[in-house]
């Protein structure tokens, strides 16, 4: 899993999507150098621990920023002092007060009715729709050979008339037919006797990747759809 799938990656910091957490470490190492509270051993244990973890593997982010923000909150606190005993609420900042919530409620909406509105483009544009609509007026016989990322989406479209080869329940399959899986993808010496196998009859790919430039080629093979997202071969 570590090797194949992309949460279970270290961060790219050369990518601009990790910069943050970036730019959250630095800060956290400067205002504890700065800040003279002390840290107890299980905070300090937590954080180098969750730290680790994040560093590791993007997945483990969410739980580093939920143990290292309350953290770093404290020692930004012993810092910077803020007596409300001085600081009046004006009219202005107590018309903001209510105002936040307000505003919060209608961006929410907002985005929730983006999304609803927009679902069907973005499903076509992120998943193989429009081959999976060709399966389903269709309906060519034989079992699938998936791409590992479309395995969720494939479950939720076919199953259970087309169940998926592949979905990324990785740690379910093990690693020996993870390794199997990349090699018969990446067209690999042997591909043709797995997906004999397994009694493939149907491969539905990216059309630049390996397998389906090297199905192109075979005349086993055929082209039944494609498109930008996907293409579909069945076998002769």
Known sequence: MQQFIQEWFSPDFHQLMWQPLAWFILAFIGIGMIGKKSISPIKIILTLFF?????LSARHIPLFA??????????IAAIIKIRSDILRPSRLSRVVFYLLPVLFLLVTGMRFYQVLTNQSKSEADAFPK????????????????????WGG??????YPEYPVYIDGR???????????FMDVYHAQPGWEQTLNAHNVHLVLVEPGSNLANSLRQSSDWKIVFEDQISILFSRN
């Open 130 to 149: 429009a081959a999976v609509d060709w399966i389903e007026n269709n309906h060519p016989a034989g079992a699938i050979f998936n791409s590992y990322g």
């Open 170 to 180: 990785a740690d379910v399959y093990g690693d020996s037919f993870l390794y199997a």
């Open 51 to 55: 730290g680790y973890a994040a560093l």
């Open 153 to 158: 989406y494939l479950i939720w479209r076919l």
């Open 66 to 75: 939920i143990v290292a923000i309350p953290v770093l909150s404290e020692q």
